[in-house]
C-alpha cells in the first residue's frame, strides 16, 4: 500500500503561481503512470494532468494547457505540478493519484491510490 501526501497548496491572487508536490511512501511509485486531479465543491472531479512512468509522456486537460507543468523525480519518488497563471477558476482541492500500471492513462477509474488532496484558493 502507498500512501501519497500533497503539499504547496494556500491562498493566492490571481496570475500567481503555485507547485504542488506529492511524496509517496511505502513502495515506490516509480513504475506507476501518476496523476492531479481537482475538484471544487459542487463539481465532479476532473483530471489536470497525467505523466507515465519515465516522465516522458504527458497529459493536461484543457483548463491546464499552457500553464500548468507537470513532473516526477522517480529517485524522490515524488511528482510535481508547477501552476502558473492561475484564476479564480483553478480553485478547488488537488488531489495526487497512483495509477495501476505505468503507462499513461486518462481514465479516473485507473487510478488505485489516492492522496488527502490540498487546498489550493485563488483570489480575484
Known amino acids: 500500500q502507498v500512501q501519497l501526501v500533497e503539499s504547496g497548496g494556500g491562498l493566492v491572487q490571481a496570475g500567481g503561481s503555485l507547485r504542488l508536490s506529492c511524496a509517496a511512501s511505502g513502495r515506490t511509485v516509480s513504475s506507476n503512470a501518476m496523476g492531479w486531479f481537482r475538484q471544487a465543491p459542487g463539481k465532479e472531479r476532473e483530471l489536470v494532468a497525467a505523466i507515465n512512468w519515465s516522465g516522458v509522456r504527458t497529459y493536461y486537460g484543457d483548463s491546464a494547457k499552457g500553464r500548468f507543468t507537470i513532473s516526477r523525480d522517480n529517485a524522490k519518488n515524488t511528482v510535481y505540478l508547477q501552476m502558473n497563471s492561475l484564476k479564480p477558476e483553478d480553485t478547488a482541492v488537488y488531489y495526487c493519484?497512483?495509477?495501476?500500471?505505468?503507462?499513461?492513462?486518462?481514465?479516473?477509474?485507473?487510478?488505485?491510490?489516492w492522496g488527502q488532496g490540498t487546498q489550493v484558493t485563488v483570489s480575484s
Open positions: 493519484a497512483a495509477a495501476g500500471f505505468s503507462a499513461l492513462t486518462v481514465s479516473l477509474v485507473h487510478y488505485e491510490d
